[in-house]
């Protein structure tokens, strides 16, 4: 197989502070947004090559204006600050109020993960990761919806809830010392290493064939996903040493999965992919026959970048090592200096962007090297091979200090306070896509188009801190359809195709909407994937907050 180049297609771009604009409207061949002018694909390889064994994608990621415009129409932004509270669990199912019409096709359940407790006693959380994780289950069978939550019976739920404090370190909590220890054992406490938290309030995973939710340390927890219930703890580094992995794993047809994790040692670190076998040997295998398919060497390594998830095509994993560096030295030291982890993770965009491809089925690292401009990115729409080409769809972000922005203390700011955070941005984009603030939580029609040539991917709009609307975007004719409501906030969209459907977008998207209006109701939402027009919508009588992830689990 000849190596491929590598040709980053249209991003999407955050401005500072929050949410997403066009990368750019004349440079690439099939943006992932709107777009007026298009190149071939080999004038696009010639523009990118420099040597036979190195790439820079310059062409592609445009310097910023130097001179930034105030974003007035971003004013008066709606406080969110009850999407961000603590809310009681329902851990039986009740009944929702449907309106209009939900397909009696749509069979099965709509699984979210993300944080439901923000204190524990007097002590609070800091950041909107650290909450603890609240299972949400929408169960749809013939046009009725029921509804029920609990709460993760983590460790650290656990430990915290029996001492009515915060006992458990979190990304941007650092839990203090026990007060009923002795002063000496109080001091002792300091120089312990942080445990990693089992809270995985990120996702659901499935991996031979069992559900799990995950965050991105080596701890994870299986769940029933028909009751919600938390099983046994299984952490990584009993199978493979890495120190942790993401929550976004990819899979292959026949069930195969692919995930990343770094792993740490007196050497240094390194990104490892990892590859996990799609059956079972025995009914108490978990992880059993998971291995590192190849392991990558960071630019520093004391400082590795941060990553969220990864790209891979029907050959390919496509790793972006961006520059949100790890200080491992100030990660280990974090607890002595009373400071939490995410104290030692920091946007430092004097480090180019590089990018690994390896290929799957024989971990080989690709000797050529791509790099491109500083940018950021958390979420990959897809990857596929084309025309000698694997071609990578992504959302990015002009500045990774995003990460800093969501402490709970910004998400429940209002008035002016809120307004500050959004003062500015970047013109990078086309109007269209400004007005919807652009684009974040991607999402395709995963078991057909995963890897492969795909038309259409579905979205959050992010004109607010969070997702205030629904975009499905068409990457061959450059238009966008939008779903929105004033005062509410839909949560990833997750694409349900008709069975035995031939169109890719023949289908419908689930959404949980949520809102800080007193007076209305929590709503899923289900629209037809193709024209994004209402179905219908299954209202429930309780408050949840805004969330992170989630998947659909057919009956």
């Known amino acids: 197989m000849a190596a491929p180049l590598l040709l980053l297609r249209g991003g999407l771009w955050r401005p500072r502070g929050g949410g997403l604009v066009l990368l750019s409207k004349s440079l690439l061949t099939r943006p992932v947004v709107a777009c007026t002018t298009t190149l071939d694909r080999p004038t696009l390889a010639h523009q990118i090559h420099i040597s036979p064994r190195s790439y820079v994608l310059k062409d592609f990621l445009p310097s910023p204006q130097q001179e930034p415009v105030a974003f007035s129409n971003r004013k008066g932004l709606q406080c969110i600050s009850p999407l961000m509270r603590s809310v009681e669990e329902t851990p039986q199912p009740i009944l929702t109020k449907v309106k209009g019409h939900i397909p009696k096709w749509l069979s099965g359940s709509l699984l979210r993960n993300g944080p439901g407790k923000f204190e524990f006693g007097e002590e609070k959380f800091n950041h909107w990761f650290d909450g603890m994780a609240l299972l949400h289950q929408f169960q749809l069978e013939n046009g009725i919806v029921t509804y029920r939550s609990k709460f993760l019976q983590s460790d650290s739920y656990v430990t915290n809830s029996r001492h009515n404090r915060i006992v458990v370190s979190e990304f941007g909590t650092l839990a203090m010392p026990d007060p009923c220890k002795t002063i000496f054992g109080r001091f002792i406490s300091w120089f312990e290493m942080p445990r990693p938290t089992d809270n995985s309030s990120v996702n659901y995973v499935v991996y031979k064939g069992d559900y799990y939710v995950s965050t991105e340390t080596n701890l994870m927890r299986k769940v029933d996903p028909e009751t919600l219930e938390t099983k046994e703890k299984v952490d990584w580094s009993k199978f493979v040493v890495v120190n942790g992995a993401t929550a976004h794993p990819h899979y292959e047809p026949d069930g195969t999965a692919y995930n990343m994790g770094n792993s740490y040692g007196k050497h240094g670190s390194s990104y490892n992919i990892i590859q996990i076998p799609p059956q079972k040997s025995n009914h108490d295998d978990t992880l059993q026959g998971a291995k590192v398919l ?18 891979m095509s029907e050959n390919y994993v496509i790793f972006i090592e961006q520059p949100i560096k790890i200080n491992l030295c100030r990660v280990i030291t974090s607890k002595l200096l009373g400071k939490p982890i995410a104290d030692g993770i920091n946007w430092e965009p004097q ?87 652009g684009l974040e939580f991607p999402q395709i029609n995963y078991s057909r188009c995963n890897g492969r040539k795909y038309r259409f991917f579905y979205g959050c709009g992010f004109r607010h801190l969070v997702g205030d609307s629904l975009i499905k975007i068409d990457t061959e004719t450059k238009t966008m359809k939008i779903w929105q409501e004033d005062g509410f906030y839909p949560s990833e969209p997750v694409f349900v195709p008709v069975p035995t459907a031939t169109a890719e977008d023949s289908g419908v998207i689930l959404s949980v909407v949520v809102t800080p209006l007193q007076n209305q109701n929590t709503f899923l939402l289900v629209l037809d994937a193709k024209t994004f027009s209402e179905l219908g919508r299954a209202e429930v009588p309780v408050k949840m907050p805004y969330g992170f992830h989630g998947v659909f689990v057919p009956r």
């Open 351 to 437: 480090y180019k962007t590089r990018f690994h491809v390896v290929n799957k089925h024989t971990g080989e690292l690709l000797p050529r090297q791509f790099y491109s401009k500083p940018f950021a990115t958390f979420h990959q729409i897809n990857a596929f091979e084309d025309q000698g080409c694997v071609v990578f769809d992504l959302c990015c972000q002009d500045d990774g200090g995003s990460l800093h922005t969501y402490q709970l203390q910004n998400l429940r700011k209002a008035g002016e306070g809120l307004d500050q955070i959004w003062c500015m941005h970047e013109n990078l984009h086309s109007e269209d896509l400004e007005e919807v603030g």
């Open 294 to 311: 190849c392991s990558i060497a960071p630019a520093e390594k004391m400082k590795p970048s941060y990553y969220h998830s990864f790209g």
